[in-house]
């Protein structure tokens, strides 16, 4: 356990809303990652923090931004969702070694 | 980019049994890691594996980092019917802290008592 709580746990919204998915952790990692899992696809990085206000694009950032403005939380934003941003969204921690430990993820559905 | 390619989707074995699953890839890597996903869950770090050559074990499980930097293996031994679920490896290219992980799409064991 990597101390990793990610909240909300489900959500449904509707097409054009706002979300915002909270990453918490508690053991003061400096790197937090948002990845999306879609059947067919795996894991693919949205966007990841190497600091506090430290932040930078992974392979499927559009329509998504990302805050950090304290260590232990990363929050992930969908400013206008849409339907094909329907998805299971898992934040994730770098250890010291390089491996990566993931968070219990947020069902998110867009209606 | 980046692929790695875990192949069959799905794999049905007898409880008891020993189980191989393989990753390979085109493209070197300087680490390799071994997950485990339940329905519902977070992926659980299995395995993390970052020597060419490197044979690590945890528990039932054993992990090897192929030799070429280009493939991994994750064995299970004596299977039990919590081995259900989805195994993916994930391979690091670079050493740096902002060098990312490329996943594999993953592959389910279903596991007959």
């Known amino acids: 356990d990597a101390g990793i709580t990610q909240s909300p746990r489900h959500k449904v919204t509707e097409t054009g809303t706002p979300v915002t998915l909270r990453c918490h952790q508690t053991e003061n990692h400096r790197y937090m990652y948002w990845y999306r899992q879609d059947p067919g696809h795996g894991l693919r990085l949205i966007h990841y923090?190497?600091?506090?206000?430290?932040?930078d694009k992974g392979e499927v950032s559009d329509g998504y931004s990302v805050s950090r403005s304290k260590t232990e939380d990363f929050l992930l934003t969908l400013e206008s969702a849409t339907s094909s941003q329907t998805s299971v969204y898992f934040c994730?921690?770098?250890?010291?070694?390089?491996?990566?430990?993931f968070g219990p993820g947020t069902r998110l559905t867009v209606t | 980019g980046q692929q790695l390619n875990q192949s069959p989707q799905s794999m049905f074995i007898q409880e008891g049994e020993d189980v191989s699953m393989n990753c390979t890839s085109s493209s070197i890597f300087n680490t390799w890691l071994w997950y485990k996903q339940d329905p519902g869950e977070g992926p659980v770090l299995l395995i993390a594996l970052y020597k060419a050559g490197e044979l690590t074990s945890n528990g039932r499980l054993t992990a090897q980092f192929g030799i070429t930097r280009k493939d991994s293996f994750l064995n299970i031994s004596a299977s039990i019917p919590s081995d259900v679920g989805i195994y993916f490896c994930a391979g690091q290219p670079g050493t740096g802290a902002n060098s990312k992980l490329t996943f594999g799409k993953g592959i389910t064991l279903s596991v007959r008592p």
């Open positions: 994730a921690i770098r250890g010291t070694s390089g491996e990566q430990y």
């Open positions: 923090s190497y600091g506090v206000k430290d932040t």
